[in-house]
C-alpha cells in the first residue's frame, strides 16, 4: 500500500506518495490547506493508503518554530479524521532549500521556480524519500 506524505502549511500543503510497491516517492497536488481533508478522504477512498508521513517542522536546534503548533494540531485531527491509518513524523528541516536546488539543478527556470506550489510538493517528495531511505524501503 502506499504512503503519502504531507508538508503542511498554513496556506498551501504539498503532497507526495509512494507507489503501491513504496520503491518510488512522486509529487501527487498542492493543496489549499483548508481543502486538504476532503482532499486526503476522496485521495483515500481511491488509492489504497497505509499510513501517512508529515514533517514536523522545527528549528536548527531542535526547537519548535512558529507553525509547529499548527503542525501538531493538524496532525491530532488527522489522526482523529484516519483512525485506521497511522501517522507519523519526520524531520522537515533544509526540505524546502533541497528542493529550491533540484529545481535550480534541473533546469527549471526562473519563472516556474517563484511557484511556491511546486516547491511544497518537492519539498513533500524529499521528505518521503528521507523517510523510506530511514526505513530502509
Known amino acids: 500500500m502506499r504512503v503519502l506524505?504531507?508538508?503542511f502549511g498554513l496556506k498551501r500543503t504539498g503532497l507526495a506518495v509512494t507507489d503501491p510497491a513504496r520503491i518510488i516517492a512522486s509529487a501527487?497536488?498542492?493543496v489549499d490547506s483548508r481543502e486538504?481533508?476532503?482532499?486526503?478522504?476522496r485521495y483515500t477512498a481511491k488509492e489504497a493508503v497505509e499510513g501517512f508521513v508529515v514533517g514536523l517542522p522545527?528549528?536548527?536546534?531542535g526547537t519548535p518554530t512558529d507553525i509547529?503548533?499548527?503542525?501538531?494540531?493538524?496532525i491530532a485531527e488527522l489522526k482523529r479524521q484516519f483512525p485506521k491509518h497511522w501517522v507519523e513524523t519526520a524531520d522537515e528541516r533544509f526540505t524546502s532549500v533541497l528542493a529550491q536546488r533540484a529545481m535550480v539543478h534541473s533546469g527549471i527556470g526562473k519563472k516556474a521556480r517563484r511557484e511556491k506550489g511546486a516547491v511544497d510538493r518537492i519539498s513533500a517528495v524529499i521528505l518521503l524519500q528521507g523517510w523510506m531511505e530511514r526505513r530502509g524501503v
Open 5 to 7: 506524505a504531507i508538508d
Open 58 to 61: 522545527v528549528n536548527l536546534d
Open 36 to 41: 486538504l481533508m476532503d482532499y486526503l478522504k
Open 28 to 30: 501527487l497536488a498542492t
Open 68 to 74: 509547529t503548533a499548527n503542525t501538531r494540531l493538524f
